[in-house]
């Protein structure tokens, strides 16, 4: 059975910086991509980050001031997010198992989310 476990959101003010972590279990995803979406509310789902071998991909919203990084031997996907602005505020879910790191229909596995809220 695969599980997605995502930590480390929580509440900092703009400008400041959050790393998020994705612990994978039940299978390994060193072949395929692992990445980053974020929902605020009522809004829709968008992509963040993706990383695919070495390849990171970004949303041009956080290019700059984000990095995803993974460890394969720790099957863990990172998010560095830094100057971080109150637009950022959303649930951050991490996916796995993407061959088109960009669309979240194209990912099988999703975690359950974790909040993320900068204040002004």
């Known amino acids: 059975q695969v599980e997605l476990v995502e930590s480390g959101g929580g509440l900092v003010q703009a400008g400041g910086s959050l790393r998020l972590s994705c612990a994978a279990s039940?299978?390994?995803?060193?072949?395929?991509?692992m990445g980053w979406f974020r929902q605020a509310p009522g809004k829709e789902r968008e992509f963040v980050a993706a990383?695919?071998?070495?390849?990171?991909y970004y949303a041009e919203s956080v290019k700059g001031r984000f990095t995803i990084s993974r460890d394969n031997a720790k099957n863990t996907v990172y998010l560095e997010m830094n100057s971080l602005k109150v637009e950022d505020t959303a649930v951050y879910y991490c996916?796995?198992?993407?061959?088109?790191?960009?669309?979240?229909?194209?990912?099988?596995?999703w975690g359950q989310g974790t909040q993320v809220t900068v204040s002004s």
């Open positions: 039940g299978r390994t995803f060193s072949r395929n991509a």
């Open positions: 990383i695919m071998w070495s390849t990171t």
């Open positions: 996916a796995a198992d993407s061959q088109t790191p960009r669309f979240y229909s194209s990912y099988d596995y």
